[in-house]
């Protein structure tokens, strides 16, 4: 009895999985300048800007009954950061000032909802939590820096279905990352000081477009 109950559960569950639906989604889009900057006291800040640029990736989402979808996305910027700074230790307590080569990575789960208007427009709108994986090199001594913090998002936009398993989407975005350009990302320095304790959180926002892929299920 507890074997054919079981069973009839398992099978329930394989026929529901089936009757769902998964998109595959690639990104490509425009990311605007964000600027940074943090003074922990007054011999130690920075002050740069994130420069605008190209930026890439894709995601797994898979649609519930409601019209709800969760999303693994991963997107990816190269760019540079030109940036003033001052440290005692690091700069001899002289201002100095580099363009630094930045690496920017961005691991989020997404919560979608989509709003058919019909069967070839879907507006949608979400939100997102994951976290932000970022390199830097310095070109002046190729030292190089990674961090990894908690990043945020948040967007809106539209499919346009061209056919039943394609559709173009266009979206505007919102990434945000809580302390990723602190003093240890840059320059190994501590918030300390004069008591002062400072933190520069980045926002970077975007335009993209791209494709989705119904997947067809059996």
Do not use: C
């Not at 425009?30 to 922990?40: E, G, P, Q, T």
């Not at 420069?51 to 995601?59: A, T």
């Not at 300390?192 to 299920?217: A, E, K, T």
């Amino acid at each position: 009895m507890k074997k054919s109950i079981l069973i009839l559960l398992l099978s329930g569950l394989i026929q529901w999985v089936h009757a769902q639906e998964i998109r595959v989604n690639l990104y490509g889009g425009y990311v605007f300048k964000d600027r940074v900057d943090s003074y922990y006291s007054r011999s130690s800040y920075y002050d740069g800007q994130i420069q605008d640029g190209g930026r890439l990736g894709g995601g797994i989402e898979y649609l519930i009954p409601d019209r709800g979808g969760l999303e693994i996305q991963y997107l990816r910027q190269n760019t540079n950061a030109p940036t003033v700074y001052l440290d005692d230790i690091l700069s001899g307590g002289q201002v100095r000032q580099t363009d630094f080569d930045l690496r920017l990575n961005w691991l989020m789960l997404n919560g979608t909802r989509y709003f058919p208007i019909s069967e070839h427009l879907e507006p949608f709108a979400g939100i997102g939590l994951g976290m932000g994986i970022f390199s830097l090199t310095n070109p002046d001594t190729k030292n190089e820096r990674s961090t990894t913090k908690l990043a945020y998002s948040a967007r809106g936009g539209i499919n346009l279905w061209l056919m039943d398993n394609l559709a173009f989407r266009a979206q505007a975005s919102l990434f945000s990352a809580v302390q990723s350009m602190g003093g240890g990302f840059y320059f190994g320095t501590g918030g300390s000081g004069v008591g002062l304790n400072s933190y520069s959180s980045m926002f970077q926002f975007g335009f993209d477009g791209g494709l989705v892929f119904r997947i067809p299920q059996n």
